[in-house]
DNA sequence: CCTGAAATCCGAACGTT
DNA sequence: AACGTTCGGATTTCAGG
């Protein structure tokens, strides 16, 4: 994990259908070089998958929230994570320090579905309460 | 946008690099067919672009928390998002509903450069007041 | 890490339904 | 309007150095 590695990784976060060659050119490297690169960067796990960023309106799920989840008091990060993988419509989801105790990113396709999530999620049995925020407009999104 | 345009966004959503062909062959079209399809998504904006998936943990970015922002009365969305497009620390920014005005995704790479980042948004004229939370596991994540 | 060759893939043009 | 076939040129991939 080099400096060339960090290049090729920016590269192809920008465009991940660049060709080899192409990046080769930005990082001063042949095309079988860079691709001997990418397959370690694949193996080791630093790159995890190439994907296609979709506008989310354009499939329609477009009511977006971010829900706070407050549990009770012995709930494992593990529990969490396999109750809320069952939840397509959860996107990210994460444990928290702070007055919640995780936080979870919703995205639904309008608010009837989004009310239907909700009280699948605090259906859960650890669930104690939650407190919810509507997202309004996207600001930036370079996840 | 029909059946067959969902499973191509599907198919390059779960390999980005695949092959025209590749694709082809999960959707029964030639690869020129897919190409034409692909090319029109992008310029009806349903495709935004291809990305590597990271481990933003690799890069050294490993201090993550979402920051909830009060701003003062009358402060514009595009305000906000100039604002926090500055800091290239955020990588997700939304304005919300809820008692929060806005909710900021932020990657640091330790505490100390977390609270610098804290430190530089609340000195944007329009914020009041701030509250964090630390983001202490990830358990799903498919944005 | 580079060079080179074979297989594959891309992109554009043409013809078809 | 959309698909399939075809063809020249580029790219990937696997040798060997």
Redesign the pocket.
Known sequence: MDD?DRRIVRALSEDAR???????ALV??????????VDRLRATGVIKGFTAIVDPAALGWTTESFVELFCTGRTTPAQLAEAVRRHPEVVEAYTVSGEADALVHIRAADIAHLEQVLERLRGEPFVTSSRSMIVLTRLVDSV
Chains 1, 2 share one sequence.
């Open positions: 060339i660049q060709s080899y060659s192409e990046v080769g001063a490297l042949s095309a079988p070089a860079v691709k001997r690169r």
